[in-house]
T-cell receptor, first 119, second 115 residues
Framework: EAQVTQNPRYLITVTGKKLTVTCSQN?????MSWYRQDPGLGLRQIYY???????DKGDVPEGYKVSRKEKRNFPLILESPSPNQTSLYFC??????????????????FGSGTQLSVL | DQQVKQNSPSLSVQEGRISILNCDYT??????FLWYKKYPAEGPTFLIS?????DKNEDGRFTVFLNKSAKHLSLHIVPSQPGDSAVYFC??????????????FGTGTRLQVTL
């Protein structure tokens, strides 16, 4: 089954304790991205990657790191989490750039989300 | 700076009636627009899209209308069904710029379809 898998689904941590949220896709997508969803702010892009070893900042990259060492995985790293990073996080992937037609044909597939609470 | 705005946080519609969800944008470079639907405890899923060269796109019960001069788009669901109850996100992209790989999402509208 084609899917984007995030782990864990729920995570409670304390300020300053490094954590990693994993993301894996089995669709051979080159494009992957991380979003956070906050009440009243919608989905905001944190980082994205167009291919292996190619990553770029989104709208809200501060406090986050990513890496793309292989095509299927795109982990999100919080080196020193703070309470303002409490949020619902989504990983997504797409064929963007691999076929023609843009975002409609190269749909963005989302994982089920990771609810992070930083105390 | 919210470039994509959904001014109605929630909407309640009776089953069988039309649901109209609205979205406004400020960036004139946006030329591709999408709607995503999100159920609780799931990630968003693609619903329908429209290019700026069109003013309407239809897919079954779902139709998206684009008014470029007003920088406004709307999603019509006819007839509305209880299974349509979800949060709907509008998204936009500037495909002819260096930010073509970026999708900017709105804040979402929670639709409740009542029996």
């Amino acid at each position: 089954e084609a899917q984007v898998t995030q782990n864990p689904r729920y995570l409670i941590t304390v300020t300053g304790k490094k954590l990693t949220v994993t993301c894996s896709q089995n669709m051979n997508h080159e494009y992957m991205s991380w979003y956070r969803q906050d009440p009243g702010l919608g989905l905001r892009q944190i980082y994205y990657s167009m291919n292996v070893e190619v990553t770029d900042k989104g709208d809200v990259p501060e406090g986050y790191k990513v890496s793309r060492k292989e095509k299927r995985n795109f982990p999100l790293i919080l080196e020193s989490p703070s309470p303002n990073q409490t949020s619902l996080y989504f990983c997504a992937s797409s064929l963007l750039g691999q076929i023609s037609g843009g975002w409609g044909n190269e749909k963005l597939f989302f994982g089920s989300g990771t609810q992070l609470s930083v105390l | 700076d919210q470039q994509v705005k959904q001014n109605s946080p929630s909407l309640s519609v009776q089953e069988g009636r039309i649901s109209i969800l609205n979205c406004d944008y400020t960036n004139s470079m946006f030329d591709y627009f999408l709607w995503y639907k999100k159920y609780p405890a799931e990630g968003p899923t693609f619903l329908i899209s429209i290019s700026s060269i069109k003013d309407k796109n239809e897919d079954g019960r779902f139709t998206v209308f684009l008014n470029k001069s007003a920088k406004h788009l709307s999603l019509h669901i006819v007839p509305s069904q209880p299974g349509d109850s979800a949060v709907y996100f509008c998204a936009a992209s500037a495909t002819n710029t260096g930010t073509a790989s970026k999708l900017t999402f709105g804040t979402g509208t929670r639709l409740q379809v009542t029996l």
